[in-house]
């Protein structure tokens, strides 16, 4: 038995039955309880007593009657289940998906603040920007805007939150029943921020949240996406199909984040995984062809399609992946895409056999095994230099989540690497995360 | 006793402390837990137990340093203060504001879609076009667009939402795990608008909900305002001071949305009570009088320039109110800046009085009194045709909001006015308010 003082971060990436596109199918999935909150309050409470860090929901805002005909739609909007989330539960951190493509800031910084409040200091907020023309058609426009545009907008949406939560100044709230002063105003400041893309007044019309702000998240990857990373993710999701491309990714971003003159410490950085579990190898593989069965190519295609950006509904699944656009061609989601590319490359697979792969975890790495292998792997990553934790994604949410829970955590709390209580009461305390500076505040 | 087949609805209008402006300062208000979830979850639990229709909550998308240095603020966003409340609650109907002018159609009826999946069909939109500069400038604008104009992308915001909540029929969802099919894709429609403010594609990312579509409510009082809610409201806020003046609007509504081709039943009419109350007339001087003491005129003056567009913080307490624009140039808050001239010029009020007048419930009909005699007033207008039911607004939630239960309540129920159970589980059965039809269904 061993004993570190860094601990793993682990956070539950939730996803209706599980990250398998098969996984609604699955005969154990719970499927008819899909629109159920209490299914969602039940798997984040084993979370939560499993000590997890945080707990994270994905989002898109399109679908299509096609998406549909084999998949599962993934119900709720992000910040709505959250807060109700956040009142049924006490400790674990709660991380949120909203695109900065199709939002104005001051709703989004209010809505986390809000949010924050609710859960007691429990809010995270995972931005994107979006990469698929069909969520641009549900806003006014044609076409997804160009990938570099969207990162200056995010930019600039990002300052504009920041300085929003900063309007009020931590000890602004006086809330003195005889003078009748509510608030100080020389602490409540107006932000009249003036930009390419906002024109906002502020003060925010809620006060400072017991984080400050919510922990910010992000995942994008290509270029563009590790520059903002850099400059203001505390946390980095990330799609890293083996250790060597893990640890350069981590590499490269702890540096450009010291170079931005932040602390790289200051920044987690969790790849996902998607495991299979199995308490023996026959289980495992069993599952693993079940779900393989479940699939339908159909449906494969046309969600690679709508990933990548290329409509691929008519190719040859017996042949190798279609020759795509350049990569500094594509306005979608770049990073995914070419990881999907160096995969099918790198492995020389059919499409149909690209498929499969990707039917598991969309790009993720995925992990089929019994959980003392699942725990070598996650050990092996986070002690060299790979990960600060991971994103959890098991492909079926049950029995996987529960054998994960069950099996791998005690492992991997056994080893040493993972918390046996929680420390602290807010995700920042969880991931460690300092309160950061207030800029209308002088020290 | 008496019994009536139709019984009045009740909605609790929810504002922290309550709804007189030095509520937060009373010596019996809880203040300290103006930010704690739990505050609200008791005052809602509360009313649900008392068998209220629902809950509402007012929203505003700005605030200033001055306007908080004497005024409590209002925190918690509602779509995400409702989610949390759905999950602590079972039967009361839980209605929310939210502007049609800064936000986007695809966004607010998802929003309400997921809010009502979480409430199992308790959802309500109190649906606002906003009125003041200082929100608009939070959203790149300058100044808040005109009155028409507001309303007039409040309807192609309303037609796109409901084609939205309109694009999955009622039985899409197949969900059948043998057969791999999801939904049908021929019930699941793309809504393809295309007007002037809005294009949008479709479907919604969610499919239809317990009730179909959250309760629409509306509180515009301006002809605009009367225009828009024949059209498409469901339920109808409205501040009145006098019961001429309610009966009137009453029959002018009805009248109008009948010629609309609407079934006039179909469209609840509940003007606001803004009670103070004490089990003798003592108790009621009392509270008033010290209410009256907590004010700070600086502050009601500020508020009153807010609410009417025109800066009045340099005018005479002892005089008149000043001359004001004429109501065709008022783009604000129109109907609400009318009834607040002509309730001064009615009872000759100096501007101090008026704002003794305006503190309890910013324009809305103030009762002070017994229970016996606000149960008196409510039956009154009930029976007489000027209300469908009431938006209860306590001046202050403690302990008026409990006396309102303890003590009003039960009179109205003995007098056969009010439910004494719940007989449905939904907002619209609460309201006795049909599913609207699907225009993509044939019937
Ligand atoms: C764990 C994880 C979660 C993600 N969640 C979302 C999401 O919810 N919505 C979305 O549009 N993209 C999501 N993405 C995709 C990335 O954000 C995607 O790479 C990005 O949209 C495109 O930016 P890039 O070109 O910089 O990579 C996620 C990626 C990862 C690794
Ligand atoms: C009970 C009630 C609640 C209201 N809630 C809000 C609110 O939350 N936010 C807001 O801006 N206006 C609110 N209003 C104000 C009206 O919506 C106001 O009349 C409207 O903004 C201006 O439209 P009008 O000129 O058609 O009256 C409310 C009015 C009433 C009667």
Same mark, same amino acid.
């Given at each position: 038995?061993?004993?570190?003082?860094?601990?793993?971060?682990?956070?539950?990436?939730?996803?209706?039955?599980?990250?398998?596109?098969?996984?609604? +199918?699955?005969?154990?999935?719970?499927?008819?309880?899909?629109?159920?909150?209490?299914?969602?309050?039940?798997?984040?409470?084993?979370?939560?007593?499993?000590?997890?860090?945080?707990?994270?929901?994905?989002?898109?805002?399109?679908?299509?009657?096609?998406?549909?005909?084999?998949?599962?739609?993934?119900?709720?909007?992000?910040?709505?289940?959250?807060?109700? /989330?956040?009142?049924?539960?006490?400790?674990?951190? /709660? #991380?949120?998906?909203?695109?900065?493509?199709?939002?104005? !800031?001051?709703?989004?910084? +209010?809505?986390?603040?809000?949010?924050?409040?609710?859960?007691?200091?429990?809010?995270?907020?995972?931005?994107?920007?979006?990469?698929?023309?069909?969520?641009?058609?549900?806003?006014?426009?044609?076409?997804?805007?160009?990938?570099?545009?969207?990162?200056?907008?995010?930019?600039?949406?990002?300052?504009?939150? #920041?300085?929003?939560?900063?309007?009020?100044?931590?000890?602004?709230?006086?809330?003195?029943?005889?003078?009748?002063?509510?608030?100080?105003?020389?602490?409540?400041?107006?932000?009249?921020?003036?930009?390419?893309?906002?024109?906002?007044?502020?003060?925010?019309?809620?006060?400072?949240?017991?984080?400050?702000?919510?922990?910010?998240?992000?995942?994008? %990857?290509?270029?563009?996406?590790?520059?903002?990373?850099? %400059?203001?993710?505390?946390?980095?999701?990330?799609?890293?199909?083996?250790?060597?491309?893990?640890?350069?990714?981590?590499?490269?971003?702890?540096?450009?984040?010291?170079?931005?003159?932040?602390?790289?410490?200051?920044?987690?950085?969790?790849?996902?995984?998607? !495991?299979?579990?199995?308490?023996?190898?026959?289980?495992? #593989?069993?599952?693993?062809?079940?779900?393989?069965?479940?699939?339908?190519?159909?449906?494969?295609?046309?969600?690679?399609?709508?990933?990548?950006?290329?409509?691929?509904?008519?190719?040859?699944?017996?042949?190798?992946?279609?020759?795509?656009?350049?990569?500094?061609?594509?306005?979608?989601?770049?990073?995914?895409?070419?990881?999907?590319?160096?995969?099918?490359?790198?492995?020389?697979?059919?499409?149909?056999?690209?498929?499969?792969?990707?039917?598991?975890?969309?790009?993720?790495?995925?992990?089929?095994?019994?959980?003392?292998?699942?725990?070598?792997?996650?050990?092996?990553?986070? /002690?060299?230099?790979?990960?600060?934790?991971?994103?959890?994604?098991?492909?079926?949410?049950?029995?996987?989540?529960?054998?994960?829970?069950?099996?791998?955590?005690?492992?991997?709390?056994?080893?040493? /690497?993972?918390?046996?209580?929680?420390?602290?009461?807010?995700?920042?305390?969880?991931?460690?995360?300092?309160?950061?500076?207030?800029?209308?505040?002088?020290?």
């Amino acid at each position: 038995m061993n004993n570190h003082d860094r601990k793993m971060h682990l956070n539950l990436f939730l996803a209706s039955m599980g990250h398998h596109e098969a996984s609604w +199918r699955y005969p154990d999935a719970p499927t008819e309880h899909l629109f159920n909150f209490t299914y969602y309050k039940e798997l984040v409470k084993k979370a939560e007593q499993a000590k997890m860090d945080s707990i994270f929901l994905a989002d898109r805002t399109s679908t299509s009657s096609k998406s549909v005909k084999y998949g599962a739609l993934t119900p709720f909007e992000p910040t709505t289940l959250l807060s109700a /989330l956040a009142v049924v539960t006490e400790k674990i951190g /709660l #991380i949120g998906t909203v695109s900065t493509s199709f939002n104005e !800031p001051y709703n989004v910084a +209010r809505r986390f603040s809000s949010l924050d409040f609710l859960s007691n200091g429990r809010a995270g907020w995972n931005i994107i920007t979006s990469g698929t023309d069909s969520e641009a058609q549900n806003f006014n426009l044609d076409k997804i805007p160009d990938h570099a545009l969207r990162y200056k907008r995010a930019k600039e949406f990002l300052d504009v939150s #920041i300085k929003l939560w900063d309007s009020w100044e931590d000890d602004a709230v006086i809330l003195n029943k005889e003078s009748g002063i509510f608030a100080d105003s020389r602490k409540v400041h107006e932000i009249n921020h003036k930009g390419e893309f906002f024109k906002v007044r502020g003060p925010l019309n809620i006060s400072s949240s017991p984080q400050k702000r919510p922990v910010l998240v992000q995942a994008g %990857t290509s270029e563009n996406g590790k520059e903002f990373a850099a %400059t203001y993710a505390e946390a980095i999701f990330t799609a890293q199909q083996t250790f060597a491309d893990a640890k350069a990714f981590y590499n490269k971003v702890k540096e450009r984040v010291k170079k931005n003159g932040r602390n790289p410490d200051q920044v987690k950085i969790l790849p996902g995984i998607c !495991p299979i579990i199995g308490e023996t190898k026959e289980e495992v #593989i069993e599952t693993e062809s079940k779900l393989q069965e479940l699939m339908n190519f159909d449906h494969s295609l046309m969600q690679l399609s709508n990933r990548i950006g290329t409509d691929l509904t008519s190719a040859k699944l017996d042949e190798p992946l279609p020759e795509l656009p350049v990569i500094e061609e594509i306005q979608g989601h770049k990073s995914r895409t070419e990881l999907i590319i160096e995969l099918a490359q790198r492995e020389n697979l059919t499409l149909k056999q690209l498929l499969i792969r990707l039917a598991g975890g969309r790009g993720h790495y995925t992990i089929v095994g019994t959980p003392q292998k699942i725990a070598d792997e996650l050990e092996y990553w986070f /002690l060299n230099g790979a990960a600060d934790g991971f994103n959890i994604m098991p492909q079926i949410m049950n029995p996987d989540f529960d054998l994960f829970i069950r099996l791998v955590i005690p492992e991997l709390q056994k080893r040493g /690497l993972f918390r046996t209580e929680y420390t602290g009461n807010t995700l920042r305390e969880h991931y460690g995360l300092a309160i950061p500076d207030n800029q209308f505040m002088s020290i």
